[in-house]
C-alpha cells in the first residue's frame, strides 16, 4: 500500500488529528506531508492533491479521500482487522450515529475554543458553549451506560467514535474545562491513549520547530539591554501591522492592551511585540509570529476575539490591519 496522509500543523489541526489516530491505532505504515500556510506554496500544494483545496486529504495510490469521516471510513473498511468499528450491529449504529454528530455538530464549543495543545488556561465559557459541553457530557454518559462494562472508550474499545472526538478531548484539557466526573474520566483514558500522547509530542515538536526556524538576534541590540522578547526577528518571518485611531476611554484602552499583549506571548509561534501612540491617538502595534498558522490561531482566540469585538465598539474610531512577510532587515548601528 501507498498510503499518504496530507494534514496541517498537528498543535491546530482537529480535523487531522482524526484519520492519523486511526492509522497509527490500526499500525499501518504510512507517509505523512505537512502543508504549512507560511510556505509560498502552500495553496499550490494543498490544490494539487485535493479537489475541495483542504486537509485532511489520504491518498492510497491512484485513490483519493478528501473529507475526515470518509477517510476513517476508509481506513476501518481497508483493516478489517483493527475492528475500528464496533463489531455488534447495534453498537456500530450508535458509535456512527455519534461520529456524525460530532462531524456536524458541537460548532459553538469549536469556534469559541479553536484546537491549541499549547495553551494551559482557564476560559470563562459562554451559554451556547456550555450547552455544547452538556451535550458531550450526555453522549458520555450514554456510551458509558451501554458499553461501559466493555471498556473505557466509548463502545468499550477504541473505535473511529473516539477518534472523532478527540478533538473534543484536546479542547478541555487546553481551556480547563470542567465536566463532571464521568466525563473526566474518559477525557484522562483518552489523554493517556499512546496514539494521543505521540500526537501532543509530536505536535510540540512542530511548534518548536517552527519557531526554531527564526535566527535570535546577535549583535548591538543585545549589547544596549534589549531583551530577546523585544527584538524584531530576523527574516523568515510574519508581521501583523496594526494601526489605529484611538476614540474611547483610556484606562478600559491600557487595560485591555495590557491583557492582549501578555495573552500574545503565551500563544505558540509568538515572536515579538512592539507599539507606539502619539498624542492625536493615531498608533500602530506590529507583532512578529513564525507562521500564518499561529496569526491564524491568535486571531481565532477567544479572549482575542472579545477584544477585537471590544475595539470596533468602543475603543477605535478606525483602524487598518495588515499582514505581512518579513523579507529583509538591516540595523544600525
Same mark, same amino acid.
Given at each position: 500500500?501507498? =498510503?499518504? *496522509? ?51 486529504? !489520504? ?18 473498511? !481497508?483493516?478489517?482487522?483493527?475492528? *475500528? ?34 495553551? &494551559?488556561?482557564? !476560559?470563562? =465559557? ?5 450547552? &455544547? ?95 530577546? &522578547? ?32 501578555? *495573552? ?6 509568538? !515572536? ?62
Amino acid at each position: 500500500m501507498d =498510503l499518504t *496522509l496530507h494534514m496541517f500543523h498537528k498543535n491546530y489541526s482537529s480535523w487531522s488529528l482524526r484519520p492519523w489516530l486511526l492509522l497509527v491505532v490500526a499500525g499501518v505504515e504510512f507517509k505523512e506531508v505537512m502543508h504549512w500556510p507560511s510556505e509560498s506554496t502552500f495553496r499550490a500544494g494543498i490544490n494539487a492533491v485535493s479537489p475541495s483545496g483542504k486537509v485532511p486529504l !489520504l491518498t492510497d495510490g491512484d485513490v483519493t479521500i478528501w473529507e475526515s469521516l470518509a477517510i476513517c471510513e476508509y481506513i476501518a473498511e !481497508l483493516f478489517p482487522a483493527a475492528k *475500528l468499528w464496533p463489531e455488534d450491529r447495534v453498537t456500530r449504529a450508535w458509535a456512527r450515529s455519534a461520529s456524525a454528530e460530532m462531524h456536524a455538530g458541537l460548532a459553538e464549543l469549536r469556534r469559541h475554543c479553536p484546537m491549541n495543545l499549547a495553551r &494551559d488556561a482557564k !476560559l470563562p =465559557l459562554d451559554p451556547a458553549t456550555r450547552k &455544547d459541553v452538556a451535550r458531550f457530557e450526555a453522549i458520555v454518559a450514554d456510551a458509558r451506560k451501554r458499553f461501559g462494562s466493555d471498556g473505557p472508550y466509548l463502545c468499550g474499545r477504541f473505535s473511529v467514535a473516539d477518534a472523532m472526538f478527540a478533538p473534543v478531548i484536546t479542547r478541555i484539557l487546553s481551556y480547563r474545562i470542567d465536566v463532571n466526573a464521568e466525563t473526566r474520566a474518559y477525557v484522562d483514558t483518552m489523554r493517556a491513549h499512546p496514539a494521543v500522547d505521540r500526537w501532543y509530542r509530536e505536535a510540540a515538536e512542530q511548534v518548536k520547530g517552527r519557531v526554531a526556524q527564526i535566527s535570535p538576534i546577535t549583535g548591538p541590540e543585545v549589547a544596549n539591554g534589549v531583551t530577546p &522578547d523585544q527584538q524584531v526577528p530576523d527574516p523568515a518571518c510574519w508581521a501583523v501591522i496594526f494601526e489605529s485611531k484611538f476614540g474611547g476611554s483610556r484606562e478600559e484602552y491600557d487595560k485591555l492592551a495590557m491583557k492582549m499583549e501578555e *495573552l500574545a506571548r503565551k500563544q505558540p509561534g509568538f !515572536l515579538s511585540i512592539r507599539g507606539v501612540r502619539g498624542a492625536d491617538g493615531i498608533g500602530i502595534t506590529v507583532s512578529y509570529w513564525d507562521s500564518l498558522e499561529s496569526i491564524a490561531a491568535w486571531k481565532a482566540n477567544a479572549e482575542h476575539r472579545e477584544a477585537q469585538s471590544a475595539g470596533r465598539s468602543r475603543l477605535y474610531s478606525s483602524y487598518d490591519l495588515r499582514v505581512a512577510r518579513v523579507e529583509r532587515r538591516r540595523v544600525h548601528p
